[in-house]
């Protein structure tokens, strides 16, 4: 077991910098997801982590190891590909035998270990099959079993989940969550879905353009996102911006729509997020379940309109436009509401998020 | 919190401001790479870029006919000129023409019907797709021998069977006579290389999606809209590989008429592969036919161009290091 | 028109004759007799005697069939017999030479080609597919220039180099196909698993380019069988002639004894075409391999 740190680690492919210098450090025994969306740069991140392709800059330590020369086979880590990468002419026992095979184990205590990794998979009667006589779980299981049967330091994991169908897809998630607390191993899990990043990791790095954005606990990453990417891309339905200008009239702060004039004034506190702003203008930032929906005017609350209704069950979303922009709020399903209605919108104060409307960052009290 | 402050809008950090690496340390940086290609790279150099230099250095020179090398004499561009300037050059150039065309364009067309023909699933599908191309797969010296035989003046069993059908009045010699031997020879061409168009246009015709035609069915399209709308499109790209491979094959081609005629009779069947060969190898004129063989490099070159365009279509670059 | 769909319950109207299928049917029933008539004309005359093949109106089924022409081909100890026994033996010896020496060259650079991005890469690989264009005859002064100079004219050394390197392009080429079809997680896989670059090479991507392999194998084998100019440029002694070269000198020496001649060709196509049978699947894979992208 072992930590991993990333200092200023750079890998670009001529002027497409995939990797632009990112750190972060993976404590010991700690499960972090790498998040963004595709082409962000999270499948180089662990391929450079892996060691391989080679980096352009910066270093990798594993352990107590700089691992920036190293081979992939000398770093102690496993990995877990997202088409498996199962070796197509093995059968499953071979898939799993191959990496002890590759550090000369003998026979028996290979077929020892590739035994105990099948049981604790559920796929000892499957050690006969060919990759391809497998179902998408079954792959899933014997790549996952490749990884673990060595025991190494790291496990590294590149959308292990995204082949599977929904249902299976829940299901591997909490088995994989369940490895990681027995083991006490340490992760670092690739995906492009922000609900398995937010529902599996102890922390998550967001990406974005080859760039760390943020990297916390998915509570911290929830509760304050340090600028709008990060906001739009956690959470579901996504928190919910409207671009707008900051008014002042003496003491009293509020925000403007430039579109539709409506003022909506700002607590004490907001006011002076506001007022940080470089240019005059915020992103006022809301998740759907912090809005309170109103058939009449309200004082502080926002005309809109409602665009579209979509009952899920326990809770029906609405959503409405409010200066342009669409906006997410979760009702009561007893609610009866229809699209074209006029509605007006009130935010909670407490839990509203400001950005800079120029450098789309989270603006702070001054 | 630990926050990356700024990244995702401010302009790009340190990663921007690295210099971009020099061609000299990529190679070194690859040197690895060049090791797997090595082998194949010195038996390439060895057995073309020398021949290649040594050709043009040929073709500079009046050379004895033994090729004995220290006696050869500087003419400059003279070999040049008595190639561009004899008529048998501008004849056979003509039948280097029509031969290369005609060929390509008859095996192309059987081909095409032939892929189209066989598209449909029915029984022994396979097994007559296997017959149609055994002539491909055979030495072009076996069509040869079989042809000539074919075509024999006395005893060939194509004279004999336009005979007794009533098209001639006696057996026609088809090789030795300068109006129909270039004719008889694209026949035994087109006989043994048009179900490699066949092949390909086949393979081409599996990347058409189904769905389309249902779909210009479903629009009312009858069968040869849905061939011309749906399918021509679709069949471009092989189709053009397929007639730059057949062109280049034709006009290297030596086999068929350097067996069956020889280039003759009087010149009548060469083209200019053939003439080459007997030019150097008949006639020990290494100079001339150097020269000779300089300018079908030029020519080739710009044939290798287009080849080279059809066939790297689509070799983009991949993951990998 | 209205689109009847196929579900509708017609009893009574007739299905249309579909002309197109008719006339696919009759198109591929001219190209069969095309293709198999010179072919069986071939055999049937190899089963006449020389007699019984030159005549006029010709015997268009042979009146007294018989193997003659073929044991003597076969009788290692009549001159014929012996001549064209050696002459099989050398097509054969070379073109598995050939084959083997080039399978080993190509996998490395094609595998290169695939998976590396080094500079020179692109001219290189222009290069090598360029090669692939010019025919024989170019070649040819030079290349005997330089086998005199070596010291391999009249040797089988001097056709198997030759043989290499216009196979080269092509399986270098063809191989390149099939390695960028192996994803490159596999050796990744392989490298964290604990293998080094070559060892994931060698004991993962080989083994699955096996197909390839065997594709670019019967090619080789096919053309170097083949082949005739270089041959016939090369080769001036009996002893080392390959097939297409022998049976020519062969039958010109005499009067030609066409029977005896399309018995010999007959026999030259047999491993050929037995070979394209059995691997056909793996030799139309190659020929239509990069040309057609999926
Ligand atoms: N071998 C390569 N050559 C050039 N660009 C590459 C290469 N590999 C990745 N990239 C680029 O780097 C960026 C990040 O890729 P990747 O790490 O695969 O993204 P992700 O896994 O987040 O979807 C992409 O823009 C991609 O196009
Ligand atoms: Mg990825």
């Known amino acids: 077991m072992a930590e991993v740190v990333l200092k200023d680690v750079v890998k670009n492919y001529g002027n497409v910098y995939a990797v632009n210098n990112v750190s972060f450090t993976v404590e010991h025994g700690e499960f972090v997801a790498l998040v963004g969306p595709s082409g962000c740069g999270k499948t180089t991140t662990l391929n450079l982590i892996a060691g391989l392709i080679p980096m352009s800059g910066g270093d990798i330590a594993i352990g107590d190891r700089i691992v920036n020369d190293l081979d992939p086979k000398d770093r102690d880590i496993a990995m877990v590909f997202q088409n498996y990468a199962l070796y197509p002419n093995k059968s499953v026992f071979k898939n799993l035998a191959f990496p002890l095979q590759m550090r000369k184990l003998p026979k028996e205590e290979i077929a020892r270990k590739v035994n105990d990794a099948a049981k604790l998979l559920d796929i000892t009667h499957l050690l006969d099959r ?30 292990p989940l995204s082949n599977l169908d929904a249902k299976l897809r829940v299901q591997m998630r909490s088995e994989i969550k369940r490895f990681h607390h027995n083991l006490n191993a340490t992760v670092v899990y690739v995906t492009h879905d922000q609900l398995e990043a937010v529902t599996m990791a102890d922390k998550m790095a967001v990406m974005n353009g080859g760039l760390l954005q943020q990297y916390d606990s998915p509570a911290n990453v929830f509760a304050h996102p340090v600028n709008t990417f990060v906001a739009s891309f956690v959470g579901s339905p996504a928190m919910s911006l409207i671009p707008l200008d900051v008014a002042t009239q003496g003491t009293e702060t509020s925000l403007r729509s430039p579109e539709e004039g409506w003022e909506l004034p700002l607590s004490p506190m907001n006011a002076r997020k506001a007022n940080a702003s470089s240019n005059g203008k915020v992103v006022l930032g809301a998740r759907h379940s912090t809005l309170k929906l109103h058939r009449q005017a309200v004082p502080g609350a926002v005309p809109g309109k409602v665009y579209t209704v979509e009952p899920t069950g326990d809770v029906t979303f609405a959503q409405v436009f409010i200066s342009g922009a669409v906006v997410n709020i979760s009702l009561d399903p007893s609610v009866v509401i229809a699209p074209d209605e006029k509605v007006w919108v009130e935010f909670d104060q407490e839990r509203m998020h400001l950005f800079d409307g120029q450098t789309t960052m989270a603006l702070q009290a001054a | 919190m630990s926050i990356a402050t700024g990244r995702a809008t401010a302009p790009l950090a340190a990663g921007t401001t690295r210099k971009r690496a020099g061609i000299l340390s990529r190679i070194i940086a690859h040197r690895t790479d060049y090791l797997y290609v090595l082998p194949a790279l010195i038996v390439m150099l060895v057995v073309i870029a020398f021949p290649i230099y040594y050709t ?9 006919p033994n090729l004995q090398m220290r006696d050869k004499i500087w003419t400059g561009l003279s070999n040049y000129s008595t190639v561009l300037n004899s008529s048998v050059f501008h004849e056979v150039t003509i039948q280097t023409i029509i031969w290369t065309i005609a060929s390509t364009v008859f095996a192309f067309l059987l081909g095409l019907g032939a892929a189209l023909a066989l598209h449909r699933e029915f029984a022994g599908r396979g097994l007559l797709r296997a017959l149609l191309l055994i002539p491909y797969v055979i030495s072009a010296v076996a069509a040869s021998y079989v042809w000539k035989w074919l075509y024999h003046s006395d005893f060939g069993v194509i004279g004999a069977i336009s005979v007794a059908l009533g098209i001639t009045d006696e057996p026609i010699n088809f090789l030795d006579n300068r109006q129909t031997v270039l004719a008889s020879l694209i026949v035994v061409n087109i006989w043994k290389e048009f179900s490699f168009a066949m092949v390909m246009l086949m393979a081409g015709l599996q990347t058409v999606p189904d769905q389309l035609h249902r ?82 490099f030029i020519v080739m070159m710009t044939f290798g161009y287009f080849y080279v365009k059809a066939l790297t279509r689509g070799d983009e670059t991949r993951a990998g290091d | 028109m209205a689109v009847i769909s196929e579900t509708a319950i017609r009893p009574v109207v007739r299905k249309p004759i579909d002309w197109w299928r008719w006339a696919g049917r009759a198109f591929l029933t001219f190209l069969l007799l095309f293709t198999v008539l010179p072919m069986a004309w071939m055999v049937l005359t190899s089963v006449k005697s020389q007699f019984a093949a030159m005549q006029y109106p010709p015997q268009w089924w042979p009146a007294e069939p018989t193997l003659n022409n073929y044991f003597k081909l076969l009788d290692p100890n009549s001159r014929v017999g012996q001549d064209f ?67 391999l004219v009249n040797t089988h050394g001097s056709l198997i180099l030759t043989y290499l390197t216009f196979g080269l392009p092509l399986s270098i080429w063809l191989l390149k196909g099939f390695y960028d079809n192996i994803p490159i ?74 029977p005896g001649l399309m018995a010999a060709t007959f026999m030259m196509s047999v491993p050929v075409v037995v070979l394209f049978l059995v691997l056909q699947k793996y030799f139309v894979r190659a020929l239509t391999e990069g040309a057609v992208k999926h």
């Open chain 3, 85 to 151: 026994l050696r002459y099989f033996w050398n097509s054969f010896y070379v073109s598995l030479v050939t084959t083997i020496l080039g399978v080993v060259v190509a996998v490395p650079a094609a595998y290169a080609f695939s998976r590396f991005r080094f500079p020179g890469r692109n001219f290189m690989f222009f290069a090598v597919l360029v090669r692939n264009m010019f025919p024989a005859v170019v070649f040819l002064m030079p290349l005997f220039l330089l086998m005199r100079w070596m010291g």
């Open chain 2, 56 to 64: 043009i250095e040929l073709s500079f020179f009046r050379t004895p």
């Open chain 3, 185 to 258: 997680q596999l050796e990744q896989a392989a490298r964290i698993d604990g293998a080094t670059r070559f060892q994931a090479f060698l004991l993962i991507v080989m083994p699955l380019s096996t197909p390839g392999i065997i594709a670019t194998s019967i090619f080789s084998f096919i053309g170097a069988w083949n082949e005739y100019v270089y041959a016939y440029t090369f080769l001036s002694r009996d002893s080392q002639m390959t097939l297409p070269v022998g049976i020519q000198r062969f039958f010109t020496e005499f009067a030609t004894d066409w």
């Open chain 1, 130 to 159: 060919k990759p391809r006589e497998l179902s998408g779980g079954q792959q899933q299981r014997v790549a996952l079993g490749r990884a673990l049967v060595r025991d190494p330091a790291v496990f590294l994991m590149d959308e």
């Open chain 2, 215 to 296: 779909a210009a069915q479903v629009d009312g399209a009858n069968t040869w809209d849905r061939f011309w709308h749906v399918t021509v499109p679709h069949l471009k790209g092989v189709s053009m590989v397929t007639i730059l491979l057949l062109m280049v094959a034709n006009f290297n081609s030596f086999i068929i008429p350097f067996v069956m005629t020889g280039g003759g009779p009087a010149d009548a069947s060469h083209i200019w592969i053939t003439h080459i060969y007997q030019l150097a190898f008949g006639r020990q004129q290494w100079g001339v036919a150097s020269a000779y063989a300089v300018i079908l």
